[in-house]
């Protein structure tokens, strides 16, 4: 069982380069969410989706495109890359805990993928 | 200003300490609360969620909600070395909904 994975760990781009993220979860999860993280800034919500063929933005989503054609892929696009988007980036799934009196989410992170824009 | 603060740290304790780690929100439609740990190049983990103000004990770690007050605490007994990692607060407004994190507390517990 794999969980979360993240294509590629690590990638170094140009200014005004495009790439895409690719995050894959088999566990059948229905939410899935891209987060970035800098030093001091904790996790930032990118964009996220609650479900097949489904996105909404979250807190910093300019500059960032993503798609869920299905519902085990969750695909980050940086159409023209900024130095300002160098970052690691974590990509999560999450499902719905239901219990006696008890609900709440619980993601699972996939081991993020470094990228460095120059 | 943020939805959730969190005080970033550094926190360096001893061994067999209590520590205790807070964030505050400003959202009082915020329902469910976590707290995540993340290691060191790997990616976060959920440590304990709470859906309602009060406390929620599991083995060493107890979570504390004050819905009135709007701040959230998360205490570890006895720390170990092992628990040296950066703690994330984390917040949703409905169950399943996009998940808000604070900017973490780096935590180090000396030997």
């Known amino acids: 069982n794999a969980g979360v994975t993240q294509t590629p760990k690590f990638r170094v781009l140009k200014t005004g380069q495009s790439m895409t993220l690719l995050c894959a979860q088999d566990?059948?999860?229905?939410?899935m969410y891209w987060y970035r993280q800098d030093p001091g800034m904790g996790l930032r919500l990118i964009h996220y989706s609650v479900g097949e063929g489904t996105t909404a933005k979250g807190e910093v989503p300019d500059g960032y495109n993503v798609s869920r054609l299905k519902k085990q892929n969750f695909l980050l696009g940086l159409e023209s890359a900024a130095p300002s988007q160098t970052s690691v980036y974590f990509c999560?799934?999450?499902?719905?805990?239901?219990?006696?009196?008890?609900?709440?989410?619980?993601?699972?992170f996939g081991q993020g993928t470094r990228l460095t824009v120059v | 200003q943020k939805e959730v603060e969190q005080d970033p740290g550094p926190l360096s304790v001893p061994e067999g300490a209590i520590v205790s780690l807070n964030c505050t929100y400003s959202?009082?439609?915020?329902?469910?609360f976590m707290w995540y740990r993340q290691y060191s190049r790997k990616g976060p983990e959920l440590l304990m969620y709470?859906?309602?103000?009060g406390n929620k004990e599991d083995g060493r770690f107890t979570a504390q909600v004050d819905k009135s007050s709007k701040y959230i605490s998360l205490f570890i007994r006895d720390s170990q070395p092992s628990d040296s990692a950066t703690y994330l607060c984390?917040?949703?407004?409905?169950?399943?909904?996009?998940?808000?994190f604070g900017s973490g507390t780096r935590l180090s517990i000396r030997p």
């Open positions: 959202n009082s439609a915020f329902q469910y």
């Open positions: 999560a799934s999450s499902y719905e805990i239901r219990g006696r009196g008890v609900r709440g989410t619980e993601a699972f």
């Open positions: 984390a917040m949703e407004y409905s169950s399943a909904s996009k998940i808000i």
């Open positions: 566990m059948n999860h229905e939410y």
């Open positions: 709470t859906y309602s103000s």
